[in-house]
Nanobody
Framework: QVQLVESGGGLVQAGGSLRLSCAAS????????KGWYRQAPGKQRELVAR???????TYAEFVKGRFTISRDNAKNTVYLQMNSLKPEDTAVYYC?????????WGQGTQVTVSS
């Protein structure tokens, strides 16, 4: 069973930066998009950023200009560079890969931004 493994979360002060990584434990074929979602306590999971197979990126309004999604196909990894972090960015961040047949989700990594 292929899994997505996230890393890079942690505690950071407001204004700081973190880089999240998401690597697949094996080969996943026909990936249409790779993305990052987040879920804060008491809130629904929401899309943060997505990169499609052709390279097109999409960002939620609340992270535009601060977060950057990228990928390294050779390493089968997707990244989320998060700059100018705010306390409201505190959440569990999940990696998602969408294929022709199903979604793959990571286990989540906690990001906590202190004021």
């Amino acid at each position: 069973q292929v899994q997505l493994v996230e890393s890079g979360g942690g505690l950071v002060q407001a204004g700081g930066s973190l880089r999240l990584s998401c690597a697949a434990s094996g080969s996943i074929f026909s990936v249409n998009a790779k993305g990052w979602y987040r879920q804060a306590p008491g809130k629904q999971r929401e899309l943060v950023a997505r990169i499609r197979s052709g390279g097109t990126t999409t960002y939620a309004e609340f992270v535009k200009g601060r977060f950057t999604i990228s990928r390294d196909n050779a390493k089968n990894t997707v990244y989320l560079q998060m700059n100018s972090l705010k306390p409201e960015d505190t959440a569990v961040y999940y990696c998602n890969w969408l294929t022709q047949w199903r979604d793959y989700w990571g286990q989540g990594t906690q990001v906590t931004v202190s004021s």
